[in-house]
């Protein structure tokens, strides 16, 4: 049997702001998918359909509340599928960051002082500033795991700061600024072993990977619907005793169930909700299977491989282009790495480079992308950080090739 692909043309009709024409009648190129993705028709259907045909509060007697209550419920049944684990623990929220804080503050409150967290250097902020001020709330001390020279995870330096102390191992699942995939498994087999809780960022990775807490070992996994083709939204989910037990900061007639609402402070983005489930519907459309599990398994399959070619192609276009130097993950194996790209470029500034190509139409980010351990491991200045290029399967040959080609002869005439 054949691998499923995807098609990439049928796949781009589906996203509107891909038709949209930028400079010179072009259409526009979106390589800025780490920091958000675009986003097809169906999500931006499921947006409008739930504003003007059930839009109410929740647990109302009344036909749109109930209908609102369905759709949270099966919202939450697709975030259990997304992510491999019980619907119990699924929590939304603004964003990735909110909930994280709100977690870690909930579970500072079951820490004692002397205790020890563990963050990387590849984590981006959201998951090591609210260890760092919990820290110090509560006289814990947080150790920084390293990484080696092409910036993997440095899995002795994590087996030397894990001790019967360490309470939480929390990391990337993938990297935001450089693309590295971590060994998870294997990161969370060795914090078992001490009884620490794994506490997994799953941003960078949702768009790219198929997430698996089972799998990987989580206990506590957070990702951000913006960055895999849904609206601006957070979700979170946590082990179902964790969900149950925590002590959550909440208002008093906030109900408990399921656990997972717990960490839901107020009235949800309803309408992102809807659109974050018509977002896993749009992601399984692209595999096939006789449920939506099965579907997500192997739509991630198809795009595993498309995201690897298209990494290949641009690793080998960038290749003769003087003076760039990809960081990270020396090429395309799709084990080590996701297609986000950080670029140093001797001699220019990553901001003036990005915006000389956004006026090309071509749009990519510079600056630390908040993943500030790793910019500053490279010895970058901390505002001016890299040029980042995100493939997302949305992505073409094509758009490479212009890019490229545009800062090929950007560099020639500086
Ligand atoms: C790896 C990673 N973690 C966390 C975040 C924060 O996510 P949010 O914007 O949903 O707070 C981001 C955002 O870029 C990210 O890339």
């Given at each position: 049997?054949?691998?499923l692909?995807?098609?990439?043309?049928?796949?781009?009709?589906?996203?509107p702001?891909l038709?949209?024409?930028?400079v010179?009648g072009?259409?526009a190129v979106?390589?800025?998918?780490?920091g958000?993705?675009?986003?097809?028709?169906?999500?931006?259907?499921?947006i409008?359909?739930?504003?003007?045909?059930?839009?109410a509060?929740?647990?109302?007697e009344?036909?749109?509340?109930?209908?609102t209550?369905?759709?949270?419920?099966q919202?939450r049944?697709?975030g259990?599928?997304?992510?491999?684990g019980?619907?119990?623990?699924i929590?939304?929220?603004?964003n990735?960051?909110t909930?994280?804080?709100?977690?870690?503050?909930a579970?500072g409150r079951?820490?004692?002082?002397?205790?020890?967290?563990?963050?990387t250097?590849?984590?981006?902020?959201a998951?090591?500033?609210?260890?760092?001020?919990?820290?110090?709330?509560?006289?814990?001390?947080?150790r920084?795991?390293?990484?080696?020279?092409?910036?993997?995870?440095?899995?002795?330096?994590?087996?030397?700061?894990?001790?019967?102390?360490?309470?939480?191992?929390?990391?990337c699942l993938?990297?935001?600024?450089?693309?590295?995939?971590?060994?998870?498994?294997?990161?969370?087999?060795?914090a078992?072993?001490?009884?620490?809780l794994v506490?997994?960022?799953?941003?960078?990775?949702?768009p790219?990977r198929?997430?698996?807490?089972e799998a990987l070992?989580?206990?506590?996994?957070?990702?951000?619907?913006?960055?895999?083709?849904g609206?601006?939204?957070?979700?979170?989910?946590?082990?179902?005793?964790?969900?149950?037990?925590?002590?959550?900061?909440?208002?008093r007639?906030?109900?408990?169930?399921?656990?997972?609402?717990?960490?839901?402070?107020?009235t949800?983005?309803?309408?992102?909700?809807?659109?974050?489930?018509?977002?896993v519907?749009?992601l399984?459309?692209?595999?096939?299977?006789?449920?939506l599990?099965?579907?997500?398994?192997?739509a991630?399959?198809?795009?595993?491989?498309r995201?690897?070619?298209?990494?290949?192609q641009?690793?080998?276009?960038?290749?003769?282009?003087p003076?760039?130097?990809?960081?990270?993950?020396?090429?395309?194996?799709?084990?080590?790495?996701?297609?986000?790209?950080?670029?140093i470029?001797?001699?220019?500034?990553?901001?003036?480079?990005?915006?000389?190509?956004?006026?090309?139409?071509?749009?990519?980010?510079?600056?630390?992308?908040y993943?500030?351990?790793?910019?500053?491991?490279?010895?970058?200045?901390?505002?001016?950080?890299?040029?980042?290029?995100?493939?997302?399967?949305?992505?073409?040959?094509?758009?490479?090739?212009?890019?490229?080609?545009e800062?090929?002869?950007?560099?020639?005439?500086?």
């Open positions: 049997m054949s691998a692909t995807i098609d990439v043309d049928a796949v781009r009709k589906h996203f702001a038709q949209r024409a930028a010179g072009e259409p979106f390589l800025d998918g780490p958000g993705t675009q986003v097809p028709s169906s999500v931006i259907r499921a409008s359909d739930y504003l003007s045909g059930s839009n509060n929740i647990e109302g009344f036909a749109t509340s109930a209908s209550d369905e759709l949270i419920a919202a049944s697709y259990a599928t997304f992510v491999g019980s619907s119990d623990g929590s939304f929220g603004p990735m960051t909930l994280n804080f709100n977690l870690i503050r579970l079951t820490l004692k002082p002397g205790d020890e967290i563990i963050t250097v590849l984590d981006h902020d998951n090591v500033a609210p260890w760092l001020l919990m820290a110090a709330d509560r006289g814990l001390v947080v920084q795991v390293g990484v080696t020279e092409d910036l993997n995870l440095d899995l002795e330096d994590l087996k030397a700061k894990l001790n019967d102390r360490t309470k939480v191992v929390a990391f993938a990297s935001n600024a450089v693309g590295t995939l971590t060994p998870a498994v294997e990161v969370s087999r060795l078992h072993e001490v009884g620490a506490w997994a960022d799953a941003v960078a990775y949702a790219h198929r997430i698996d807490v070992g989580c206990d506590v996994l957070l990702c951000s619907p913006y960055k895999f083709f609206p601006h939204l957070g979700m979170s989910w946590l082990k179902t005793d964790l969900a149950e037990t925590l002590p959550a900061e909440r208002v007639p906030a109900g408990s169930k399921p656990p997972g609402h717990r960490f839901e402070t107020g949800q983005l309803h309408e992102n909700i809807a659109g974050f489930a018509a977002a519907d749009y399984a459309s692209l595999g096939e299977g006789d449920n599990r099965s579907r997500l398994d192997s991630y399959g198809a795009i595993e491989r995201e690897t070619e298209l990494a290949q641009l690793i080998s276009a960038l290749s003769d282009v003076n760039v130097r990809v960081t990270g993950v020396p090429g395309a194996e799709p084990s080590q790495r996701v297609g986000t790209f950080g670029l470029v001797q001699g220019e500034s990553p901001a003036l480079l990005s915006r000389a190509l956004g006026a090309k139409g071509i749009y990519t980010w510079n600056g630390n992308f993943a500030q351990g790793i910019v500053e491991h490279l010895g970058l200045d901390l505002e001016e950080g890299l040029l980042r290029l995100g493939l997302m399967h949305y992505n073409t040959g094509a758009e490479i090739h212009r890019c490229v080609e800062l090929r002869l950007h560099l020639a005439a500086a």
